[in-house]
T-cell receptor
């Protein structure tokens, strides 16, 4: 089966600019996650969708980050305006329907804010 | 917060078995153990998971002690491509896979030496 697709792979922007990341989960996976991974740390959950509804966005900095999953498939994560501390890898993951289903990750978008 | 403890780094000779330990002394009866690895510039890759029985798949074996307070991931014949950060995670399966349950911590950096 095809894996989780993410684009772009790399993005460099200046602080205060905006940026958007795109994710296409594994076909049939209803649950989609966005994680942020800062260099040297493990991934940290930003937001979780079940179909097109938000399950958990408690760790999403809502003053600058937004995410949507309009048709319950693809998702977009946006940052506006970006700060230097947003430099990180943004990972998208999806999981299957079973209670023990593992998360499957894409290769992420590496964002550098200058 | 992390419910697991892993050594920060390990080395293994190519062709030998790599045994990666994980301590989860506070694990509860319904929590599963999951292992992921992350190769440089890629997203985390699911390896294996288990509850109390030993598990084996094409990638690795998972050995869980009888008291379930620790586990070992075994890569039977390590190759240079196995050089990665390995994460051990414990979680309780739920009706909706909650992303926060997959707490990655900082993992073990495994280096396979030629």
């Amino acid at each position: 089966e095809a894996g989780v697709a993410q684009s772009p792979r790399y993005k460099i922007i200046e602080k205060r600019q905006s940026v958007a990341f795109w994710c296409n989960p594994i076909s049939g996976h209803a649950t989609l996650y966005w994680y942020q991974q800062i260099l040297g740390q493990g991934p940290k959950l930003l937001i979780q969708f079940q179909n097109n509804g938000v399950v958990d966005d408690s760790q999403l900095p809502k003053d600058r980050f937004s995410a949507e999953r309009l048709k319950g498939v693809d998702s977009t994560l946006k940052i506006q305006p970006a700060k230097l501390e947003d430099s990180a890898v943004y990972l998208c993951a999806s999981s299957g329907p079973f209670r023990v289903s593992p998360l499957h990750f894409g290769n992420g978008t590496r964002l550098t804010v200058t | 917060d992390a419910k697991t403890t892993q050594p920060p780094s390990m080395d293994c000779a190519e062709g030998r078995a790599a045994n990666l330990p994980c301590n989860h002394s506070t694990i509860s009866g319904n929590e599963y153990v999951y292992w992921y690895r992350q190769i440089h510039s890629q997203g985390p890759q699911y390896i294996i998971h288990g509850l109390k029985n030993n598990e084996t798949n094409e990638m690795a074996s998972l050995i869980i002690t009888e008291d379930r307070k620790s586990s070992t991931l075994i890569l039977p014949h390590a190759t240079l491509r196995d050089t990665a950060v390995y994460y051990c995670i414990v979680r309780v399966p739920s009706e909706v896979n909650t992303g926060n349950q997959f707490y990655f911590g900082t993992g073990t950096s495994l280096t396979v030496i030629p």
